[in-house]
């Protein structure tokens, strides 16, 4: 496969991309994108990828690596256009004066507002928890221990145990948003 990519074997190229486009734009489509920005960030991401590829940058283990490397590149591309000031909504405010009696920025206590209020409201959510799941993301998050050493804490394989974890971030998710 990488002696096909760096000969730019057309047909090589062409199935690594229509093989991983559509998982590309389902992850754009759902994180608040639209088909053209999907094609945009895919085409960069395929870019990015086939010169890495032949500039020896990345180390192909097998064709499944590749598949992996270009959803990443994409999912990454995706993460920085969402960050980035053309992303984010700005709205002018009519020129006004501002007394500036504090040496905080106004934007930074909305921030501080913002956060405080999201933070009440996850653990707000958190209280709403069966007592199992507030059990694993204690240990978890506030007392910070490795997945390993929380599924020995709870007899359970460390495999379960992550899945344990996401159903769990899963439902404080469903009841932070019902709040």
Not at 115 to 123: S, T
Not at 132 to 151: P, V
Request: hydrophobic share 30%; proline share 2%; glycine share 2%.
């Amino acid at each position: 496969m990488v002696t096909a990519i760096q000969s730019n074997d057309q047909v090589a190229l062409k199935s690594i991309y229509t093989l991983n486009y559509p998982k590309v734009e389902a992850y754009i489509l759902k994180n608040s994108g639209s088909k053209e920005q999907a094609k945009d960030i895919y085409q960069d991401a395929f870019v990015a990828v086939w010169s890495n590829i032949k500039s020896g940058k990345f180390e192909v283990r097998s064709e499944s690596s590749i598949n992996g490397y270009l959803y990443t590149i994409s999912k990454n591309k995706w993460l920085d256009y969402l960050r980035s000031k053309h992303y984010k909504k700005t709205t002018n405010l009519p020129n006004q004066e501002f007394n500036n009696h504090s040496d905080v920025n106004i934007d930074e206590k909305d921030d501080d507002i913002l956060k405080e209020k999201r933070l009440e409201n996850v653990m707000q959510a958190f209280k709403g928890l069966a007592s199992g799941c507030k059990t694993l993301l204690t240990k978890f998050y506030f007392e910070k221990k490795s997945m390993e050493t929380i599924a020995e804490e709870l007899n359970l394989d460390p495999a379960s145990t992550r899945n344990k974890k996401y159903r769990c971030m899963q439902k404080l998710r469903e009841i932070a948003l019902k709040n």
